[in-house]
Every structure is written in C-alpha cells, then in structure tokens.
C-alpha cells in the first residue's frame, strides 16, 4: 500500500497539468514515449510495454487518441503486418506545452528531496524493478 499511496501522492502533482489539457495519464505516458522515439513512432506491444499498459486497455485508448486526433496508425511500408503508433502534429505541440511544466514539477521535487535524496528513490526503485523482473 505504501508504494500505492507513493504514486497517487506523486501524481497528483502532474494530473492537474494533464487534465488541463485533457489527457488522462495513460495518453500522457504513450505521447512521451512516442515522442522519445527518433521515429515518433512504435508498434502497440512495444507502446504496451514502455508504457506498463495491458494490451486490452491500449487497444481503447489508442483508438481515443487516433480519434482525438493526437496520434496515426499505419502500415510499415517494409512489412504490412506490423501497424506502426505515430504522434501527430497535435500531439507533438502538447509536448512542448506540457514538457516544461511536468519538468518544472519534478524540479520542485527535486527542491524538496535533495538532489541526493532523489537519487536515492531512483536507485531504490531501480533495484525493486530489477527484483521483481528476475526469474
């Protein structure tokens, strides 16, 4: 319950940013990802994964966003079978209006932890991720 209630506690400094442009936080997490590609660009299992999704539930909010506009669905040219996630334009703008005031956020968390205290969270939770992925 403590890890639950440390990610509510964390993102509810990010959720009022995210609803003022109407993004859930699921949508957010797929453009950031997909803007961190060289290509803009990734087939859903790869979106799934990157961006801890289930499979079912991403099916949904990819068509959501393709219908709001924020992202394209297409046929990779060298292999029909594979459906390529792209960021649009749209969705690109969102990124430099969002981006800086997500980081200004972590900055502040940052002011509050310490430099060397929020390290320390990340090497924690790195170890925890490592934990729990080995076999």
Not at 19 to 42: M, Y
Not at 52 to 74: A, N
Request: aromatic share 4%.
């Amino acid at each position: 319950m403590l890890l639950l209630e440390a990610r509510e506690t964390l993102m509810g400094m990010f959720r009022p940013i995210l609803k003022e442009f109407a993004l859930t936080e699921q949508q957010w997490r797929i453009v950031r990802v997909l803007d961190g590609e060289p290509a803009h660009a990734l087939e859903a299992g790869q979106i799934a994964r990157r961006c801890c999704i289930l499979s079912p539930s991403l099916t949904g909010v990819l068509e959501r966003m393709e219908r709001d506009g924020l992202i394209t669905r297409t046929r990779a040219q060298e292999d029909q079978r594979r459906l390529l996630v792209s960021l649009t334009p749209q969705s690109r703008k969102l990124v430099s209006e969002i981006g800086p005031r997500i980081d200004e956020q972590y900055r502040l968390l940052e002011a509050r932890f310490g430099a060397d205290g929020l390290d320390d969270i990340y090497r924690a939770l790195d170890r925890l991720i490592e934990l729990g992925n080995a076999p």
